[in-house]
């Protein structure tokens, strides 16, 4: 009995050896230590043996049990520790290989202006308003002081998808629905972006859909020395420090007195050139004081309140300070013209 213990353990500890991986290991250690394995076996034989031998063959099967046990758990920790060497050598990275180059977005042009005007309204205190594209006549015209009928409404040609609902034109509704909710009380000082849609056939100057960013200010004594300071802030800092600006008067339903802002022509510095059409001067937007109607309709005195608006296209304005000269490049997503506005590339 003693002899097949012997051979047995001897028998045992060559397969761990020899075992290649965790499962043969695993099926080594149930065929020899478990319960039906041939350990067990040799034991069963205990009876025949006289009660000194017993405790002698028991210790000896205890001592064979130990010492395969123990060479499975050396090898089990082997052969795991094999296993991850292999995988890190597998997975091994060769940091010496030239990187792969990672292409990375970048900001519209159009996003870069807008973002870069709002930066400089609400350095001078504005909040930032939005307002639906799809609008309700009353907000895109009536409350604009443009009734139904009124010839002004032909300046800007709708889409208009009910009698009552239309794709705004402009974004000026959102300035009568930001007075609105301010239900008479002052003051108002907000910067609107966003997109418009008018009735018009693109072409190098025109979109059907385009962007608008409106302003307003309304609180006491506010006076046209005030639009005109804040024009002057917003086109130097815009355009460059040596630009003159000058207000033409206009027309507009909703500021009286109404104006044009134009800024001096770089490409001539003045002196006439063709992008200036000879003038000497470009124009860049619309503006006024808000006409009284616009502060009654929304709940406002406007005895006590008066305020200012403008309205611009960022399309025109990027157009003038980089140079583009058809609209539609901001719409046709060509990759060539997007990249020159790339900061990383
Ligand atoms: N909404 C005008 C347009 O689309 C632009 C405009 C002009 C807005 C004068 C104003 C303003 O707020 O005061 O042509």
Redesign the pocket.
């Known amino acids: 009995m003693q002899e097949r213990l012997k051979e047995l353990q001897a028998e045992a500890l060559a397969k761990v050896e020899q075992a290649s991986d965790l499962k043969e290991l695993n099926e080594i250690r149930v065929s020899y230590l478990g319960k039906k394995g041939p350990i067990t076996e040799v034991l069963k034989g205990m009876g025949k043996l006289s009660s000194e031998e017993r405790p002698l063959m028991g210790a000896l099967a205890n001592e064979v049990r130990d010492a395969i046990s123990s060479a499975i758990e050396r090898k089990h920790n082997s052969l795991e520790e094999a296993a991850i060497q292999q995988k890190l050598a597998s997975e091994s990275i060769d940091v010496t290989l030239p990187g792969r180059p990672v292409k990375t977005g970048n900001h519209h042009p159009l996003t870069r202006i807008v973002e870069e005007i709002e930066d400089l309204f609400i350095g001078m205190g504005y909040a930032v308003a939005e307002g639906p594209e799809v609008e309700k006549d009353y907000y895109n015209f009536e409350a604009l002081n443009l009734p139904k009928g009124h010839p002004a409404r032909d300046m ?1 040609d709708s889409f208009y998808i009910t009698e009552e609902v239309l794709l705004r ?4 509704p959102v ?1 009568a629905r930001t007075l609105e909710k301010h239900q008479g009380k002052g003051p108002v000082k907000i910067i609107c972006p966003g997109k418009v849609y008018r009735r018009d056939n693109d072409d190098a100057t025109h979109s059907h859909q385009f962007m ?1 960013i ?3 200010v309304v609180d006491e004594n506010i006076r046209m020395s005030d639009l005109k300071g804040t024009l002057e802030v917003f086109a130097k800092k815009m355009f460059g420090e040596d630009r003159e600006i000058r207000l033409r008067p206009s027309f ?1 339903p ?2 009286e007195p ?1 104006v044009e802002m134009d800024i001096t022509c770089k490409i001539c510095g003045g002196k006439g050139c063709s992008v200036c059409k000879g003038t000497g001067w470009i124009e860049i937007l ?3 004081m808000v006409h009284p109607n616009v502060l009654e309709m929304a709940g406002f005195d406007s005895k006590k309140y008066t305020g200012f ?3 611009m296209g960022p399309e025109r304005i990027a157009m003038l300070k980089y140079g583009i000269d058809d609209i539609r490049h901001f719409y046709t997503n060509d990759i060539r013209f997007l990249k020159q506005f790339s900061v990383t590339e």
Not at 169 to 172: A, E, F, P, Q, V
Request: proline letters at 0%; a negative charge.
């Open positions: 800007q034109t402009h974004t000026s300035q608008q409106e302003g307003l507009f909703f500021t109404s619309g503006a006024g608006a403008f309205g």
